[in-house]
Every structure is written in structure tokens, then in C-alpha cells.
């Protein structure tokens, strides 16, 4: 079955580190672009990062600029977004998504992984 | 950054009624936008691409219109399970992608 699988939420003190995971099953994710977005509780949804699949390109918001990074392990057909300098606002269910009609989210998303910055 | 502004913020409608849902952008997105369906606890579900394009496994009741500035997307005649939260999202100006904030289309 094609699917998308976040792992790696969790709750986390301001200030505090997670990775996230986003493994593809069914189809090799470095063939597509791939987008996280983010969706706070009961708030709309966020464009977080973009990475152009095998290639170098990758993207950030502004708001996570500097203190997010996005790495793949074509191994595990898997990316990570290791998320540093964690804040309150970064508070929000996790989606991994595939491109799959030009650039940008896309038809193919994942469960998600929520993410809780508390102390 | 392209800002995408939805309308109404909520919609009260009945099974069998028409739809429709607007999203207006700040500066042209040609015809690169999206329209998306949330339910509660569910991820988003990819509705129309490219402005008019469903996207496979939708409805033809689903139908999306416009370019430039101005979309329609039109929900010919709601099912119940149509009610739920709308977005649109731009893909001409990037990044960032951008979403619109939303419009809640709920039972009357």
C-alpha cells in the first residue's frame, strides 16, 4: 500500500529537541518532493519545509528557519526533521505530504505526529 | 509572500444544497491553487489542483473555478459527509506555500 508514516511527536520543554521521521512504504520518496506542514490545535495549516526529493534543494518557513533541519536516509525511505530551540508556538500536529502535482503539499499525506512545547 | 483569504469563515447549509467557497489572493496565482477538505482528526485531503483538476477519487460534485485572483470551489450538491473545513493553498509563488485561513461548512 502507497502511505506516508510520521513518527516522533512527543511533548518536550521549551528549548527542548525532537526528530520527526516521514517514511514512505510503497513508492521511493526520493522521487518526489516532499512538504511538512503543520496544523496548531484548532488552527489552520502551515507550510514548515519543502525538499525537492533526491535532490539538494530544500526550504524553510521563517518561522522555523535556522532551528529546523531536513535530512533524508535513502536507506530507510525516510526523512527526518530534526527540530531544535523548540518553542510554545511550535505546538501542532506534524504532516508529511508528497507532491504528486507540481511543486507544494499534495494528494498523498500522512497520519501526522503531534508535537507538544511545554513545561 | 501571497496571502489567500477565504469566505465565508463558516457556512450553514443542508444536504442537497449548493456550495459555494471562495478564496481571493493577494496577487495573481495564475491557476496554481488547490482546494483541500479536513475533517476532525483526519489529515487533509487533496480536493482540486491546479484551480479546476480533481484530483482522483473525487466527486464531480466537487468543482473548482477561477484564475488569477479570484476561486470558486462549488460543492454541487452536499452529501453528509461534505461537512467539514475547506482550505486553499497557492503553488505559484514560492516559497512559502501558503494556505488560506479556512472555512468551516457545517449542518444548518
Known amino acids: 500500500e502507497v502511505q506516508l508514516a510520521e513518527s516522533g511527536g512527543g511533548l518536550v520543554q521549551p528549548g527542548g529537541s525532537l526528530r520527526l521521521s516521514c517514511t514512505a512504504s510503497?513508492?521511493?520518496?526520493?522521487?518526489?518532493?516532499i512538504n511538512w506542514v503543520r496544523q496548531a490545535p484548532g488552527k489552520g495549516l502551515e507550510w514548515v519545509s519543502y525538499?525537492?526529493?533526491?535532490?539538494?534543494?530544500?526550504y524553510y518557513s521563517d518561522s522555523v528557519r535556522g532551528r529546523f533541519t531536513l535530512s533524508k536516509d535513502n536507506v530507510k525511505n525516510s526523512l527526518f526533521l530534526q527540530m531544535n530551540s523548540l518553542r510554545a508556538d511550535d505546538t501542532a500536529v506534524y504532516y508529511c505530504?508528497?507532491?504528486?502535482?507540481?511543486?507544494?503539499?499534495?494528494?498523498?499525506w500522512g497520519q501526522g505526529t503531534m508535537v507538544a512545547v511545554s513545561s | 509572500e501571497i496571502v489567500l483569504t477565504q469566505s465565508p469563515a463558516t457556512l450553514s447549509l443542508s444536504p442537497g444544497d449548493r456550495a459555494t467557497l471562495s478564496c481571493r489572493a493577494s496577487?495573481?496565482?495564475?491557476?496554481?491553487l488547490a482546494w483541500y477538505q479536513q475533517k476532525p482528526g483526519q489529515a487533509p485531503r487533496l480536493l482540486i489542483y491546479?484551480?479546476?483538476n480533481r484530483a482522483p477519487g473525487i466527486p464531480a460534485r466537487f468543482i473548482g473555478s477561477g484564475s488569477g485572483t479570484d476561486f470558486t470551489l462549488t460543492i454541487s450538491s452536499l452529501e453528509p459527509e461534505d461537512f467539514a473545513v475547506y482550505y486553499c493553498?497557492?503553488?505559484?509563488?514560492?516559497?512559502?506555500?501558503?494556505f488560506g485561513q479556512g472555512t468551516k461548512l457545517d449542518i444548518k
Open positions: 505530504t508528497r507532491g504528486d502535482y507540481g511543486a507544494g503539499p499534495g494528494g498523498l
Open positions: 510503497g513508492f521511493n520518496l526520493f522521487n518526489y518532493e
Open positions: 525538499t525537492s526529493g533526491s535532490g539538494p534543494t530544500v
Open positions: 496577487q495573481s496565482v495564475r491557476v496554481y
Open positions: 491546479d484551480a479546476s
Open positions: 493553498q497557492q503553488r505559484s509563488d514560492w516559497p512559502p506555500f501558503t
